[in-house]
């Protein structure tokens, strides 16, 4: 944001950032099974603000309907729900994170055509560990980054130690969000 | 192919607000001409004031918190809260302020903050208690426009020559007297005292007028990035109808923070609207209404 819209005050929102990014959990999703013992959870999600506009809802069903189509050949599902925070979640089930990478990047790029692209918020994905925890992945598609997010006992903590580690661990196969005062937690994640 | 978007879009706004800087500016580099052609320590003014404005922005937020009555919360002691103002700050790709409740009874929220990184957003008890989640979604919007637009750092930089001119006014005899001892001394200082005190008022005006467009853009900036400008709409009419219900005392004595609420204390009496820090109650929601208008209507 320049100089001169600070002085006069304009605003747009951000557009997503380009979406290839994304498509780096494919392979790292591999680095994380092998080495980390990290398992997928079979599900990703997309969560984006639903907009009262007439064609809002229309765009919507029609992204549903394509993820659907292309499911039947994969055997992804496909649900939506909407969150305590008024955010609409398009819940992806698929044993491959492949195929849930293409399924996610469907959704967005169906919600960008619609031109509601600068609704996007994020996209999750879901992994356990060993022992049966849960670790998150989630995609900022404003910034075009992942972060790891890690849920800890108790309400509303989350495991900072974890994350970090993994944010090493994964090394250089993720574009990992530098700021961490960026790493927004997501509560209440429906996967 | 995204489509062509009239949604947010406001020239005659930024014109108006481009226009008014242009202005102050002007008449603050008039301002300081005369200053230097009158040659009165205005050196030693302009570090005063300086140091002030600098303390203003560098060092009173924690003040400011503590004159409302203030203080910051942990995410475990405001979930929800803190978790719709970290969507929010996805949405608007911002970095998370800081954020407090004030524990009091009127409905109002403010954000401080020199930038982003530095950044306070602060609601009342009132104001979390009195509106729903998507309503107070589009206030917090607001205040964290506030943030994304610098309302604080440029406000700051558009009162210093005002202030000096205010400080002159005050002092003026005094700083007038220790210049260079000549005997012709008389008439320059009277000038000077002229002419701030025409700084002064002119540029109040100005000042208020650009607080007014400041919140307009803050009211649209919420907008975008909430999709929802009748959700604000309605926490404006209910927030205008509490604050006319319960008395303001204590809020109504920090004057200089008046400008950064979401709704001015006492802005329930008729004010003139040219002197006011925020715009009618009425053409907030008219805005507000254009703005829903063009995102239906696209």
């Known amino acids: 944001m320049g100089f001169f819209d600070v002085l006069t005050g304009r605003r747009k929102l951000k557009q997503p950032a380009p979406t290839d990014r994304v498509f780096a959990m494919s392979t790292a999703a591999v680095t994380l099974q092998l080495e980390l013992e990290l398992t997928t959870a079979g599900k990703a999600g997309i969560v984006f603000q639903p907009l009262a506009t007439a064609d809002f809802e229309g765009i919507v069903r029609d992204m549903e309907e394509v993820v659907r189509g292309t499911g039947e050949e994969t055997g992804t599902r496909v649900s939506s729900e909407d969150d305590a925070f008024g955010y609409r979640w398009l819940v992806l089930s698929d044993p491959d994170v492949e195929d849930l990478v293409v399924g996610i990047n469907a959704c967005s790029t169906a919600l960008e055509a619609g031109g509601y692209g600068d609704r996007i918020l994020c996209a999750v994905f879901a992994f356990s560990d060993a022992k049966g925890g849960k670790v998150y992945w989630i995609y900022n598609y404003k910034r075009g980054a992942f972060y790891p997010f890690v849920p800890a006992k108790g309400s509303q903590q989350r495991d900072n130690e974890r994350e970090l580690r993994l944010k090493a661990q994964i090394g250089s196969e993720l574009p990992v969000e530098a700021e961490f005062e960026r790493w927004f937690p997501l509560w209440g994640i429906p996967i | ?298």
């Open chain 2, 1 to 298: 192919m995204a489509r062509p978007t009239s949604f947010g879009r406001d020239t005659g706004l930024q014109v108006r607000m481009t226009l008014t800087m242009f202005l102050l500016g002007l008449l603050y580099v008039g301002f300081v001409v005369t200053m230097i052609a009158v040659g009165v320590n205005a050196l030693l003014i302009v570090l005063i004031a300086g140091g002030l404005a600098a303390f203003q922005l560098f060092g009173s937020d924690n003040l400011a918190l503590r004159a409302m009555g203030a203080r910051t919360v942990e995410p475990h002691e405001a979930p929800e809260f803190h978790a719709m103002i970290e969507r929010l700050c996805i949405q608007a790709d911002l970095p998370k302020p800081k954020v407090a409740i004030a524990n009091t009874r009127m409905p109002n929220a403010f954000a401080i903050g020199r930038s982003p990184k530095n950044a306070t957003v602060c609601a009342t008890t009132g104001i979390i208690d009195l509106l729903s989640p998507a309503e107070l979604e589009g206030v917090m919007a607001h205040e964290l426009t506030h943030v994304q637009n610098r309302d604080v750092l440029v406000m700051t930089l558009a009162s210093f020559f005002a202030t000096i001119a205010a400080y002159i006014m005050q002092f003026g005899l005094f700083f007038g007297g220790g210049g260079s001892g000549d005997d012709d001394d008389g008439p320059s200082v009277l000038v000077l005292f002229a002419v701030s005190f025409v700084v002064y008022v002119v540029s109040f005006v100005l000042m208020q007028a650009l607080s007014r467009y400041r919140e307009f853009s803050a009211d649209r900036g919420a907008a975008l990035m909430t999709g929802r400008p009748s959700a604000l709409a309605s926490a404006l009419v209910k927030i205008s109808g509490g604050m006319q219900r319960i008395p303001a005392k204590d809020l109504r004595a920090q004057g200089e923070l008046a400008a950064f609420y979401i709704f001015p204390p006492g802005a329930g009496k008729k004010l003139g609207s040219f002197f006011s820090t925020h715009p009618p109650m009425e053409k907030r929601i008219a805005a507000l209404e254009r703005l829903e208008g063009q995102l239906q209507g696209r």
